[in-house]
């Protein structure tokens, strides 16, 4: 059997895995950046230009230090499951189209949302497992309040990416995202509603303000991080930050048209990707923003918010779509 | 006012008759050799006044005797109710029973001075560290703290199997703290059900070695007590020294300690604001805070010559003037952070994700707050109208005017709301310390030996009433100093609100109080 070498490069360098880490890393670099400079700080400074390479300096740093394991933890979760949280994300995100196709072009079929939606529940789980595995009060804790924040709100999020997939009448994210280029409209003006919920949802999925409890640090220390330390306290963090861009990419292929826009002249692909960063950077950036004007809630504030407002919510959203799919749309 | 004085004072001759001796100017305004009595006096005194709280009680070695002294403020009037036990048999009635926010002060006198109280029996260790050899006290003049022989370090503490109960360690290394200290919080599911607190882990036995240092070294040692509060421990052992001495500060010299006293206040309120924001996650309210903080510390600098200890409180005056070419800068700043204030107020009062944080934790009822003897914005949040500067004006604060600042809720969020309003009292009153400054010198020179003799000061520190005791023998070093700092009468406040909240809201709660361990262990 030949070897597909095309396939191999795009799995592994562009836009699969390198592709991903170094979106990832300079993603981190902007957040830092933007809420450094809305809290009056300069933020990253040294490692390279306006300190763009210090998200990977802190990568490679954590790298080269000295692992160390509690003679409690358990011993084989412990070591996995952050090198599983991370490889599940990262195979989430190549099901995405990235520059028109996704990662693996073969791969896309009907349903696939729901794969990568679960994908990342699995990751999420598996940042639960490795907090447990630490057998640390603070990291119990944490991962307890992972599982029910994750746990709660993916009701929500599950529901809430069933309203663009309504529209487009396809569980698949390349035919949700080429359906607004086809209509020219996406699906943002189609249905605010839910993208603003959506947001909101996605906001609380990856565990930032006002939604952070589970590493509240004045409260749980590191949270699950407590007691690691060395490559997999780096791919704990990567983790967190792929999770981010995860998030960020969801919104841009359910809500914002995907990758697609106009291409000038050239390569589509060229085109395609740079839309696609562009948007997600726009996303990433207005995230970034709510997080540094809100406090963190309590936890059982976060799960009052998810079962009395945004499933109730999330629910008369999907039914309003049905509605608007039915009578409003097909007049328009 | 005068009637409330002399109505405690008149109560007490009534009841007692001769049986209590009242000398009425020392320690406040009188103090009174019970005779074995301090029981009922102090019960005559709650029963007149609703108001009486205990401030702190003084241990002291007067050779073959312990003395004890209760000092206890009522609504208007500051009392000092002795007492002696022999040295052989140290035991004391509790009263603990009368005022509970005794509990804490009579703890501390069992484990430095070796009193023990009736019905408030000391178990192993309270300021003093574990290793420390039972039956030593370091506070009595026979023992040198140079001889004393530690034990082996005690074991570490088992965490109970019971799968239902978390007990939870926070501290004494805690992201939570700034400053080592340990509470054993046991929770149920997410509510705490009990906090035990461990004190003492920064105890450096200031009061001990004020007493063999000169009274002129002790200035800038009691400033060590606390980084935050310098000014105001310096001005607390000044005030004191300059009662027993009888000199009169200069009037320039008493405007001036009160600019130094209210910037203190200042930059203090900014980094309790800004650590709340921390506490709730709120890192950018922090960052914008300790920004704002940045300004108040370089005042401090350019009125004293030191960023952090000013330095500037010295016996008999202040160590410099002020320049007329700085008024107008001072002014500047102030007026500069005026400005800004409107917005964190808002901030405060509007931010929902704030309420949501604050409003209706750690609530802390009037009743208790007096019951419990807690000072300063605590006590203001919760209704309990005391601050030292309106009940017993000292320097310039009877000359100037300033408003305050009560709040009704008791709650986290009112204990904040506090020092919020606090702060635009503070530039108020600095700005019209400098518009009324008066001239003419800022020290008057004082002897280097100061007579026998004894005198209480108090001080409101941004923390609340910081207390200063000390007795002179003739030499140039005190017999004794005893420092009663306001995080130490606070402490009990967080242990009562803590129970039945929510994990989470501990650290906002307890960051209200404006915790200052090395103030507490001293």
């Keep these: 059997m030949a070897v597909d070498f095309w396939l191999i490069a795009r799995i592994l360098i562009f836009p699969g895995f390198t592709f991903i880490l170094l979106l990832t890393l300079f993603c981190d670099w902007i957040e830092r950046k933007l809420e450094a400079r809305i809290q009056n700080r300069v933020g990253p400074m040294v490692a390279g230009p306006a300190g763009l390479f210090q998200p990977l300096a802190d990568f490679i740093k954590l790298l080269t230090k000295e692992e160390i394991e509690p003679r409690n933890a358990k011993k084989i979760v412990f070591k996995f499951a952050p090198l599983a949280a991370f490889a599940m994300m990262v195979f989430a995100m190549c099901f995405l189209p990235i520059d028109g196709g996704s990662v693996i072009s073969t791969s896309g079929f009907p349903g ?10 699995i990751a999420s789980f598996m940042l639960f497992l490795s907090g447990w595995a630490s057998s640390n009060p603070y990291g119990t804790i944490s991962s307890a309040r992972v599982l029910t924040q994750f746990l709660g709100y993916d009701i929500p999020l599950f529901i809430l990416a069933l309203t663009p997939a309504f529209i487009a009448g396809s569980l698949s994210i390349f035919a949700i995202a080429s359906y607004q280029v086809t209509k020219v409209v996406p699906f943002i003006i189609m249905a605010p509603w839910a993208f603003i919920l959506f947001l909101i949802t996605i906001q609380a999925e990856l565990e930032k303000d006002p939604f952070d409890v589970p590493d509240a640090e004045s409260e749980l220390v590191g949270g699950i991080e407590t007691e690691y330390t060395g490559a997999k306290l780096a791919f704990l963090h990567l983790t967190r930050d792929v999770q981010i861009v995860f998030g960020a990419a969801l919104i841009v292929e359910l809500f914002l048209g995907g990758p697609y826009g106009p291409v000038i002249g050239g390569l589509p692909a060229f085109w395609y990707s740079l839309w696609f960063v562009l948007k997600l950077l726009a996303v990433v950036i207005v995230t970034e923003y709510v997080t540094t004007l809100f406090a963190r809630l309590r936890i059982d504030q976060v799960l009052s918010a998810n079962w009395k407002i945004i499933l109730p919510l999330a629910v008369l959203s999907l039914m309003l779509t049905v509605a608007m799919i039915t009578w409003v749309y097909p007049v328009l | 006012m005068a009637n409330n004085e002399v109505d405690i004072v008149k109560v007490i001759e009534s009841k007692f008759g001769s049986k209590v001796q009242v000398q009425p100017g020392l320690l406040g305004t009188a103090a009174i050799n019970t005779n074995g009595l301090h029981r009922e006096v102090l019960k005559a005194m709650v029963e007149a006044d609703a108001k009486t709280g205990i401030t702190a009680i003084t241990g002291l070695d007067l050779g073959a005797n312990l003395g004890v002294i209760f000092h206890v403020h009522t609504e208007k009037g500051f009392f000092g109710l002795r007492a002696e036990v022999p040295k052989e048999k140290p035991r004391l009635q509790t009263i603990t029973d009368i005022i509970p926010g005794a509990l804490f002060h009579e703890l501390e006198v069992s484990d430095l001075f070796g009193i023990m109280f009736d019905g408030n029996e000391l178990k192993g260790h309270f300021l003093l560290s574990e290793n420390w050899p039972e039956g030593i006290f370091p506070l009595r003049k026979d023992v040198n703290p140079a001889e004393v022989k530690l034990g082996p370090s005690p074991p570490e503490e088992k965490i109970p199997e019971d799968k239902k109960i978390v007990k939870f360690i926070i501290g004494p290394q805690h992201p939570a703290l700034l400053e080592p200290e340990k509470f054993s919080v046991t929770v149920e599911g997410e509510v705490v059900t009990k906090v035990e607190p461990r004190i003492g882990y920064v105890h450096r036995g200031i009061e001990k070695s004020a007493e063999t240092r000169t009274y002129v070294q002790d200035v800038y040692l009691v400033e060590r007590v606390c980084g935050i509060c310098n000014a105001c421990h310096a001005h607390g052992f000044v005030g004191a020294v300059e ?30 604001l800004g650590h709340a924001g921390l506490e709730i996650g709120y890192e950018t309210l922090f960052q914008y805070f300790w920004r704002d903080r940045e300004p108040i510390m370089d005042l401090i600098e350019l009125t004293s010559g030191n960023r952090v200890y000013a330095s500037l409180m010295t016996i008999g005056g202040v160590r410099r003037d002020l320049k007329d070419t700085d008024i107008p800068k001072i002014k500047t700043t102030l007026s500069d952070l005026k400005k800004k204030l409107p917005f964190y107020r808002k901030v405060y009062t509007d931010e929902p994700s704030i309420r949501a944080r604050m409003q209706n934790e750690g609530v802390l009822a009037k009743e208790d707050a007096i019951k419990l003897c807690v000072v300063g914005p605590v006590a203001r949040g919760s209704g309990y109208d005391i601050d030292v500067r309106k009940d017993d004006p000292y320097e310039a604060y009877g000359e100037i005017p300033f408003k ?43 002897p280097r030996y100061v007579p026998i003799g004894e005198a ?67």
Aim: aromatic share 8%; charged share 25%.
């Design chain 1, 112 to 121: 696939d949302l729901v794969v990568i939606l679960t994908f990342s529940t």
């Design chain 2, 243 to 272: 009662k027993i001495l009888k000199t009169d500060v200069p009037p320039r010299a008493k405007y001036l300690r009160v600019i130094a006293l209210e910037l203190n206040r200042l930059h203090s309120h900014l980094l309790t």
């Design chain 2, 404 to 446: 305050e600042i009560v709040y009704k809720t008791g709650d986290t969020w009112a204990r904040m709301n506090v020092r919020m309003d606090e702060l635009e009292e503070s530039i108020n009153i600095i700005e019209y310390a400098l518009d009324n400054m008066p001239k003419g010198p800022f020290r008057v020179d004082v």
């Design chain 2, 456 to 522: 209480i000061h108090r001080v409101e520190a941004p923390r609340g009433e910081l207390f200063y005791y000390v007795k002179g023998n003739g030499s140039a070093s005190p017999e004794r100093v005893k420092i009663r700092t306001p995080t130490y009468a606070n402490i009990p406040a967080f242990l009562k609100t803590a129970i039945g909240e929510n994990i989470a809201d501990v650290p906002p709660n307890f960051v209200s109080l404006d915790p200052c361990f090395s103030c507490t262990d001293r």
